[in-house]
């Protein structure tokens, strides 16, 4: 970027529809907007609002959610309840799960949770269908029987092919967050090719919608809630044209119809930019979840920024996870302490204090398995800084 990202922000802060602090400032800047794009305002719906949080509406769902939220993968057992206590006392009101968090053991654990504590109401409850693609997988097995070595090899290479073109995996855009993830990658554009070669994707869309209805019964079931607020689906999306199947959009119709849920989502890791610039395009998507971090800054935030004034709800993740990681180039810690010099903040509450200047996010996903993650994290929300050039 040519630009600083304090300048950057200066521009743009004036555009955006999530940032809000208070309810008043939020209606008059969300109706200016959508008086101008022809589209009512939509109207605040508040949770567990508690002095000394921040938070920031959820695009057009209304959801005005604390500026960081709980990242459930390691509250798996009744262990992390008196964390959950704090998080929810100190005003933050959405919690990020997932049917694969925990091999399977966090959904119930939460629902067990909220059912002993009574504190459903207070939370907007997210999840993910993690197992979205089996009915694929399946279909590819029994199809792949029938194939010699020389045709799934060309069928392999085909898709590999298409990865390399489109430089998903290139150094500096890609980044490995957990074991396994460029894999992810490759796994999806076989599919994708194998499932056009085969002309199998019309006749699994029945079987799909089952099992997907299947998938989300089970959700509500093990979280002991009647609806979700936020459904992710696909898990994990690592290929933008997967967004073009009318299966999604019509799946969610139905559920939001029938009171399943209140708003679409989707989440990545990989190939982030064309991931959400497809979320953007095909317009069925309330809310989207993304790597975004000191990183992949100069890749993300003009989509952030667009994505925002489209009226979708934008979850940043991965954030602080790069300081967690082995190996990691030098620059990436030192981009951050330039531009956020000095703080008592460990590396991990200060990546969060970054991401949260960007007036275009609406919040940021925050795993916080002691007491002491919890107060210091929460320090940050609200905190404005002035961020240096680098």
């Known amino acids: 970027m040519n630009e600083s990202r304090r300048d950057f922000f ?100 939460l629902g067990q949770y909220f059912k002993e504590r009574g504190t459903r109401d207070q939370m907007f409850i997210a999840t ?73 994707k019309d006749g699994l869309k029945e079987e799909i919608k089952t099992n997907t209805r299947r998938l989300l019964s089970e959700a509500l079931e093990k979280l002991q809630v009647d609806t979700i607020d936020v459904l992710f689906c696909p898990h994990g999306n690592a290929m933008p044209d997967i967004l073009d199947e009318p299966v999604l959009s019509e799946l969610f119709t139905e559920f939001k119809q029938e009171g399943w849920i209140s708003a679409s989502a ?56 790069l300081f967690s990681m082995e190996n990691q180039p030098a620059w990436r810690q030192a981009k951050l302490e330039t531009s956020i010099p000095g703080t008592e903040l460990s590396i991990h509450a200060k990546a969060f204090l970054w991401a949260l200047q960007n007036p275009d996010l609406s919040c940021a996903v925050c795993q916080m398995e002691t007491l002491e993650h919890v107060k210091e994290n929460v320090s940050i929300t609200g905190r404005k800084v002035d961020l240096q050039p680098v």
Not at 40 to 50: D, F, G, H, L, S
Not at 130 to 159: M, P
Not at 271 to 299: E, P, S, T
């Open 266 to 321: 989707v989440s990545f890791h990989n190939d982030v930019g064309n991931n959400l610039r497809k979320v953007i395009d095909v317009g069925y998507y309330d809310v989207a979840m993304f790597a975004y971090n000191i990183a992949n800054q100069g890749v993300m935030e003009r989509l952030i920024l667009e994505a925002n004034r489209a009226g979708i709800g934008t979850i940043a993740m991965k954030v602080a996870r």
């Open 10 to 109: 200066k521009k743009t802060a004036a555009a955006s529809v999530g940032l809000s602090l208070s309810s008043s400032f939020l209606s008059c800047h969300a109706a200016s907007e959508s008086t101008a794009q022809g589209t009512a305002a939509p109207t605040p719906i508040w949770r567990n609002k508690q002095e000394g949080m921040h938070y920031r509406m959820l695009g057009r769902t209304g959801m005005m959610v604390s500026e960081l939220v709980i990242g459930s993968y390691p509250f798996h057992d009744p262990k992390s309840f008196p964390v959950l206590d704090e998080q929810i006392r100190c005003g933050i009101n959405y919690i990020d799960a997932a049917s694969a968090y925990g091999k399977g053991k966090v959904e119930p654990n």
């Open 128 to 200: 993910k269908l993690s197992s979205y693609f089996g009915v694929v997988a399946t279909a590819l097995n029994k199809y792949e029987a029938n194939l010699t070595d020389a045709e799934k090899k060309a069928l392999r290479d085909e898709a590999d092919t298409l990865i390399a073109e489109r430089g998903v995996l290139r150094p500096g855009y890609h980044i490995n967050y957990f074991g396994g993830q460029d894999k992810q990658v490759s796994r999806t554009y076989y599919r994708y090719v194998v499932l056009k070669a085969a002309g199998l």
